[in-house]
């Protein structure tokens, strides 16, 4: 589909180019002020119209060349493969190691934690006991406690009372 014409709709540029009208419409917008996109009143609104060279520049036609046979590269051998293999199992045991050792220390350092915490809550307690020990001693003996006075007589019954007893 040839056109003489050196600026195209944006449809038709589209379709040359083998692009979608959106991919079209964003090359546009990004170069409306430009020479290379011209703006064309019409009764239902603008028309962008882009220009043939622009478009040629922009998306260049595909030349159509067969692809090259090339030859397969050769991968690893097996022996090749075998020994890589064994070599990742060798670094994954290292870190499984590296591991192992980091979690003893990790294990260590936690009941160094815990042991100072205990000994710390034993000091707690033991300052608890010496401050209660000091209190009791300051406590007057059972037969300094003052008695109470007996409680009151009861007084005369209730209806309750007299009915039902009690």
């Known amino acids: 589909m040839e056109n003489t014409s050196p600026f195209l709709t944006i449809k038709q540029a589209a379709q040359q180019v083998n692009k979608s009208e959106q991919t079209i419409r964003r090359l546009v917008k990004q170069h409306v002020k430009t020479s290379h996109i011209q703006v064309e009143q019409t009764p239902k609104?603008?028309?962008?119209?882009?220009?043939?060279?622009?478009?040629?520049?922009?998306?260049?036609a595909p030349t159509e060349q067969l692809p090259a046979i090339s030859e397969p590269e050769?991968?690893?051998?097996?022996?090749?493969?075998?020994?890589?293999?064994?070599?990742?199992?060798?670094?994954?045991?290292?870190l499984q190691h590296r591991l192992l050792e980091q979690n003893d220390v990790l294990?260590?350092?936690?009941?160094?934690?815990?042991?100072?915490?205990?000994?710390?809550?034993?000091?707690?307690?033991?300052?608890?006991?010496?401050?209660?020990?000091?209190?009791?001693?300051?406590?007057?003996?059972?037969?300094?406690?003052?008695?109470?006075?007996?409680?009151?007589?009861?007084?005369?019954?209730?209806?309750?009372?007299?009915?039902?007893?009690?």
């Open 45 to 60: 609104g603008d028309t962008y119209l882009i220009s043939q060279t622009f478009l040629a520049q922009q998306y260049p």
């Open 107 to 166: 294990n260590a350092l936690t009941s160094q934690v815990n042991s100072q915490r205990i000994g710390r809550i034993e000091e707690l307690l033991l300052s608890q006991n010496e401050q209660l020990g000091e209190l009791q001693k300051r406590l007057p003996e059972p037969a300094e406690v003052l008695q109470l006075p007996p409680a009151p007589a009861p007084g005369k019954k209730g209806l309750w009372q007299r009915l039902f007893g009690s």
């Open 74 to 94: 050769p991968g690893p051998t097996v022996a090749q493969l075998q020994q890589q293999l064994a070599e990742r199992d060798q670094t994954i045991q290292q």
